[in-house]
């Protein structure tokens, strides 16, 4: 990636938190400024309240030229499709050039392969990310709930944009599908973050998280949708 070149990188829950665990490391890893909040409802399904100040559960983050969105709240696809559409507002406020949304990619229970990285075009004009990046093509799956709003959203839009997709196992956080996305994202923006004590982390973000987990968990229980998988053998 160019230097001077800004990039967006959205994430909210998704399968096995891969994409908000993976971009909380990010931002604590970086030392990402807070510079406010993404409103895309006009009523909000939560607050966190810290020192008497009230805080928004869809935060944006900055450092040089990398930007981040970050949801701490599940999202249906609705709300999905307003928060991408809201970030694409942001992006063009902002003058990004790309973006980027990292998430889960639920495989079969017997899946032993370590995770793998896979890319997704959102758009035509973002199929040549691809090979640049050297992101493995999905061979074949299912899209479905948030992650397809997520491409309906960006399929018109004429920024390159990508999915982010790793593979995971069904628990709730899967440390080595985290791992794994936040190494090939860091190769991507051409950052460098230490990944060694990734599990001291963790730790604390679990316990920091502990809320969003059970919302997580309580979300893909209630739903009969899978967000994006693929089927046994596949990879």
Known sequence: MNSDEKVLIIAFPSAELVGAFAISYLVSQLQMEDIGEL???KISPSYVIKKGEIYGPVRTYKKDNIYAILSTIPLNPISTYDLITKSIEFAKNNDIKKIIIPRG?????NYKI????????ANKISKSLLDKY??????NGAILGADASVISALKNFEIPSIILYTTCRMMLPDDDAIIKSIKTLTDIINVKVETEKFEERLEKINKENQKLIEQTKKYFENTSESAASVPP???
């Open 39 to 41: 409103e895309f409802t």
């Open 105 to 109: 990619l639920e495989v079969d229970q």
């Open 134 to 139: 050297n992101l493995p093509l999905i061979p």
């Open 233 to 235: 053998g596949v990879a």
């Open 114 to 121: 370590e995770p793998v990285s896979y890319g997704l075009a």
